[in-house]
Nanobody, 122 residues
């Protein structure tokens, strides 16, 4: 069992930056691939970024590539999402998730956090 708690969301202007954190409980954190997903009002949840258990492989959605960076610190049981050059269309509730495989599909992730709101003003 893994419990995930996101933090770092907030209100930022267009072009600004935020860093989201996801703290995991349990001693098996380093065994899991981690993903970030987001859901905007009235839209389905979508994949943002994912990182392998070792941190050696990463995936990004095309919409965030070159602006967002996912990383992890297994010693601190934490995964990060550094978000730069934020746009109003990045406004959403952001969730982190843990799964056995590095993947972009929601179904591949068994554990989910409660999410954190990111709002980008124009």
């Amino acid at each position: 069992q893994v419990q995930l708690v996101e933090s770092g969301g907030g209100l930022v202007q267009t072009g600004g930056s935020l860093r989201l954190s996801c703290a995991a409980s349990g001693r098996t954190f380093s065994r899991y691939a981690m993903g970030w997903f987001r859901q905007a009002p009235g839209k389905e949840r979508e994949f943002v970024a994912a990182i392998s258990w070792s941190g050696g492989s990463t995936y990004y959605a095309d919409s965030v590539k070159d602006r967002f960076t996912i990383s992890r610190d297994n010693a601190r049981n934490t995964v990060f999402l550094q978000m730069n050059s934020l746009k109003p269309e990045d406004t959403a509730y952001y969730y982190c998730a843990a799964g056995n495989l590095l993947a972009i599909a929601e179904a591949s992730y068994a554990y989910w956090g409660q999410g954190t709101q990111v709002t980008v003003s124009s």
